[in-house]
């Protein structure tokens, strides 16, 4: 009886194995003849398509290597056979894109992912608008290989859909997306992080419930985690800055349909809620500021005071100690921002508690917020000897507004003697005093009271008076949302 001397390996079942998984990929070689009409190049083709790693490891370990080696004379007739393309594409030198029957007949070809991959970049680099996009996305989605290509690019796709603001609007912008991330639901394809923040961010650059409900819940089922940039971006694309610079391109979302972004969408069952408030991360400020900031824009001044009242258990306020202390940043400015933004809504009462609780002296309070407290002075909670000063130059304020809205200014003579002479903008504010829509200061970033048709009409209406209301429109080179692509297609 012979005793075995062979170590015992962890390869001994892949040594045991006599015969290739797969024997007709690795050890025999098919005669044309053998299947008729059939081409030697495409049945060589198919052989090394049945390759299997598991066969490549047992002939290596059994020292074969006339297998491997038929491999390497297959791959060297098929390479022959089937040249690649030429890598050095000659893209038109004026910036345009490739011809689409070009483009299509190289994405045709198999094989070639790297180039591929390369084509669809160089192609979406020179695209100007959403349908340049898509007609690169329809040809890509055609195969499985490019489709994950495609997939994989998303980077290049955002860069792509931005470059398309300067051409159209963003309502046809986010159509596009749209289009897109349904069809790679549809395919299976995945839909990274970085697609989808730019879904939402249009989303609400156009305004669009269905939209935001629609992506945060698929951003909600991913499990992906917003990231503090990404918050403070989708509150700035709500247009609540002061500037108006948003409203430009895009007007006003409706207050009814924003708070349902922000707090809570109606028709949503209890337990699958996917609102905006629950990536709200109170443990880092920069998310605390702008949501406090968009509530206020809102004039929920009830979910204020809740977050008010959240606040002050807020460790990022506990730990900073006394409002006289060293080390007392973090709370003055947080205590500040609640009161400033309570004010803004338009709740002084709540705004002048918040003062008394933090400790904060109206002296310390800027001029815009001590003006806004003011307007309310019978619900003041503390008396400072600031407020009579500030009383006298907020009718001071009042008249300069009522001044330039007549276009006439006040010429000072002596301490109680002056007289008003016309401004060489007289005749302008005396139009713009006749419009409909004037107001004696600009209320940039508080969303309407109405639906998204009535805003849509009333802002159709007041590009009607947009002239004689210059000097209360956003001042700004951005470009407008109408663009002389739009009014040619």
């Keep these: 009886m012979k005793l075995c001397t062979r170590p015992l390996t962890r390869f001994m079942p892949l040594l045991k194995v006599h015969q290739s998984s797969r024997r007709h990929a690795t050890c025999t070689q098919i005669a044309p003849a053998d299947h008729g009409q059939l081409d030697q190049v495409e049945v060589y083709q198919h052989q090394l398509s049945l390759v299997s790693p598991v066969d490549t490891l047992r002939y290596i370990l059994l020292n074969d290597m006339r297998p491997l080696l038929h491999q390497m004379n297959m791959r060297a007739i098929v390479k022959e056979a089937v040249p690649p393309p030429n890598p050095a594409v000659s893209f038109p030198i004026n910036g345009q894109m490739l011809d689409p029957n070009e483009f299509r007949r190289l994405m045709a070809i198999k094989g070639f992912t790297k180039f591929h991959r390369k084509l669809m970049k160089e192609q979406m680099l020179r695209c100007q608008n959403p349908q340049d996009i898509m007609r690169v996305v329809a040809v890509a989605l055609q195969r499985k290989d490019t489709s994950l290509e495609l997939a994989a690019m998303d ?7 931005y470059r398309a603001r300067e051409t159209t609007t963003d309502h046809k912008i986010f159509g596009a997306i749209n289009t897109v991330i349904s069809r790679f639901r549809r395919e299976g394809l995945p839909v990274t992080r970085y697609f ?5 961010k249009f989303a609400a650059r156009s305004r669009s419930l269905p939209g935001m409900k629609r992506y945060l819940k698929l951003y909600r089922e991913l499990g992906f985690i917003m990231p ?5 971006a989708i509150i700035a694309k709500f247009s609540v800055g002061n500037n108006g610079y948003g409203e430009i391109r895009n007007g006003r979302w409706s207050r009814r349909d924003l708070l349902q972004v922000l707090l809570g969408f109606d028709d949503t069952p209890p337990g699958e809620e996917h609102h905006l408030g629950l990536f709200l991360d ?6 605390l500021h702008g949501w406090m900031v968009v509530l206020s824009r809102c004039k929920a001044t009830d979910e204020l005071w809740k977050e008010w009242l959240l606040w002050l258990a807020n460790p990022i306020r506990s730990k900073s100690g006394r409002p006289e202390s060293a080390n007392a940043e973090s709370k003055l400015r947080g205590d500040y921002r609640y009161i400033e933004a309570m004010a803004e809504a338009g709740d002084t009462a709540r705004a002048w508690t918040m003062l008394r609780d933090s400790e904060i002296s109206f002296k310390a309070c800027r001029t815009n917020v001590r003006r806004l407290l003011l307007r309310d002075l019978e619900h003041a909670t503390l008396w400072d000897d600031q407020i009579p000063l500030d009383l006298l130059e907020q009718y001071d304020a009042e008249l300069t507004k009522i001044e330039r809205a007549l276009g006439v200014e006040w010429i000072r003579m002596s301490e109680d003697q002056g007289y008003h002479k016309p401004t060489d903008s007289m005749q302008q504010s005396l ?6 829509f004037f107001k004696l200061e600009p209320d940039y970033g508080f ?3 109405g639906t998204p048709e009535e805003i849509k009409a009333r802002h159709e209406q007041m590009m009607l008076h947009v002239e004689d209301m210059a000097m209360y429109m956003p001042k700004t080179m951005r470009k407008t949302t109408m663009s002389e692509y739009d009014t040619m297609s």
């Design 196 to 200: 989808l923040a730019i879904g939402i």
């Design 282 to 287: 109170r443990s880092e400020w920069t998310q």
């Design 431 to 436: 139009e713009a005093l006749s419009s409909p």
């Design 447 to 449: 969303p309407y009271d």
């Design 228 to 232: 503090r940039n990404l918050f403070r």
């Design 155 to 161: 980077l290049c796709l955002v860069r792509a859909f």
